[in-house]
């Protein structure tokens, strides 16, 4: 038996047994094998397949670098966000406060299925270097930004480098780790991620407060050169065969294009109707429209035109593996969102400092990565998932409604319990819905599977971040023009001038909570429902059969 005559289609016409995977790392083949009577319906997997085995000290070097790439990521978003009200204030521009962070996102999404299909074609040693070097070059050009424009283009281009990273470092890690120890080192990696968040918002308020906020954007300097050396050295997965002229020919240039004007359309409709436009302004309206004509030809390219196109159609014929893609969608919308926009209820609204702002968010940040790496416990030891992910979710309902309960004055004991009780409901649909993607993939989409994933997770943070940012900026200017008729220019860019702006800026945040995060965890709750089991299943000689 081949690994030709074990595809995914002929998985699919198998009606005796269901044959799951083959493992060939070592001498003897294996292959999990279950009879439909007592599969009952649920899936199994080999535990043991490794996708590429690299020896025992490279396997740790590698392992190492992945966790410094991840550590840069992590601290990328959270060292900027504390740095943010700074340079907004810099540069005049608090009514566009959401502007760098969507532009970051813009950036980091729609290019993650690409970097996806990259390493498939390339290999994911030049990927992951590509990504690299356009992170370090960005870092210190956004670093030396002379204006709001120039940081913002800077920005996207960093964003771009860190989806290149973040789809990169979990491809890799579950290429050179077996499936049953793939959620421990996948966890471990975003539990570093974690930490990262954590620690970022002080280490930002301390570059803003004692240093300069453009040492938030320099610190990526020397992790960028050391991850180079243990990536560059070490990753040594083979590449596809084909010449870089095939290899170029295999890149879905026309989808990626139409993928980013679609997303762009969509966040400048979300970010600006409402407040730099009205909603009924041809502007706006045209907008939306170009966004769904865009869609449209994205789809028909995809699905139609595109010799490999970056989101293979056949993985949304999976069920698992398609609501494992919208439930990454709505974790993402909230988990990102909260990230890049505390320090608007700490620093702008509460008038806190920098540093305080990012100490008392450290402990949600603390107990998602400590989450984390007990839900990858949990899988290793149990082997099924969908236990979890609803009472994971269906709990994550509770904790934004909490969320939406800080106040303006509310005590910090009351805080921290909310913040402990939101980090632990939202690490797990965040981290399971990858894994069960991965494990629903076939192996020759593992790659694949994972980057769209992580994808959706950044599509529902950009949109998050747009959605969040325009219910603030219209809640605040219908509340406060409400309380005060006779201001006809209430805006957040004059928080500090208006009288009690701080009071209605803090409502606002606290409604954007309740109305953009109770609704995206009801609906994660409820798909998990319809998740369909998976089991590991131990492998067994084929000689033996």
Request: hydrophobic residues 50%.
């Amino acid at each position: 038996m081949n690994e030709q005559e074990l595809d995914d289609d002929s998985l699919d016409e198998i009606d005796i047994t269901t044959i799951t995977n083959v493992n060939r790392s070592q001498n003897t083949d294996t292959i999990n094998i279950k009879s439909d009577s007592q599969n009952d319906s649920k899936s199994t997997i080999d535990p043991n397949h490794i996708n590429y085995k690299l020896p025992t000290r490279q396997f740790y070097i590698v392992l190492i670098s992945l966790i410094i790439v991840m550590v840069m990521t992590g601290l990328d978003i959270t060292v900027v966000a504390s740095a943010l009200p700074e340079i907004t204030t810099k540069f005049n521009s608090h009514d566009n406060y959401t502007t760098i962070i969507i532009a970051y996102l813009i950036g980091n999404t729609p290019l993650q299925p690409t970097f996806g299909k990259l390493a498939d074609i390339f290999g994911r040693r030049p990927t992951m270097i590509f990504g690299l070097c356009i992170f370090l070059i960005s870092s210190i050009i956004s670093g030396a930004s002379m204006n709001f424009i120039m940081i913002i283009i800077s920005r996207f281009v960093q964003g771009v480098g860190s989806g290149c990273l973040c789809a990169m470092a979990n491809i890799i890690c579950s290429d050179i780790v077996s499936v049953k120890k793939r959620g421990i080192y996948l966890e471990i990696l975003n539990s570093v991620f974690s930490v990262s968040l954590a620690l970022g918002p002080f280490i930002g308020g301390f570059f803003v407060d004692i240093i300069s906020w453009r040492w938030a954007l320099y610190y990526n300097v020397p992790l960028c050169l050391i991850a180079m050396f243990g990536i560059g050295l070490y990753v040594k997965i083979p590449n596809s065969e084909g010449s870089f002229k095939e290899k170029i020919k295999r890149i879905d240039f026309v989808g990626t294009y139409f993928l980013i004007v679609t997303l762009v359309c969509l966040i400048l409709a979300l970010s600006w109707g409402g407040s730099s436009y009205n909603w009924s302004s041809p502007f706006i309206l045209g907008l939306f429209a170009t966004f769904l004509v865009m869609l449209f030809c994205f789809i028909i390219i995809e699905y139609k035109i595109a010799r490999e196109p970056i989101i293979p159609f056949p993985l949304f014929r999976k069920k698992n593996i398609l609501l494992c893609i919208i439930i990454s969608f709505f974790s993402g919308y909230i988990f990102i969102t909260f990230n890049n926009t505390f320090s608007m209820l700490y620093q702008d609204g509460r008038g806190f400092s920098a540093m305080i702002s990012g100490l008392r968010i450290i402990p949600s940040f603390i107990i998602t990565a400590v989450a984390s790496i007990g839900s990858g416990w949990i899988i290793q030891k149990y082997g099924h998932i969908k236990e979890f992910m609803v009472i994971g979710s269906f709990l994550l309902i509770i904790s934004c409604y909490c969320l939406s309960l800080i106040q303006e004055h509310t005590p910090y004991y009351v805080e921290l319990f909310i913040f402990l009780f939101y980090g632990i409901c939202i690490t797990i649909p965040l981290q399971f819905s990858l894994i069960y993607s991965q494990i629903s993939a076939p192996i020759k989409l593992n790659a694949i599977a994972t980057a769209v994933t992580l994808f959706f997770r950044m599509i529902g943070g950009v949109i998050g971040v747009a959605i969040f940012g325009m219910v603030i900026k219209n809640k605040f200017i219908l509340n406060y023009r409400k309380d005060f008729p006779h201001i006809h220019r209430a805006s957040v860019n004059d928080l500090q001038k208006l009288k009690n702006g701080p009071h209605y800026y803090v409502e606002a945040i606290r409604f954007s909570y309740s109305a953009s995060f109770i609704p995206a965890a009801i609906i994660m709750f409820l798909l998990s429902l319809l998740l369909k089991q998976k089991w590991f299943l131990y492998s067994y000689d084929l000689n033996n059969f």
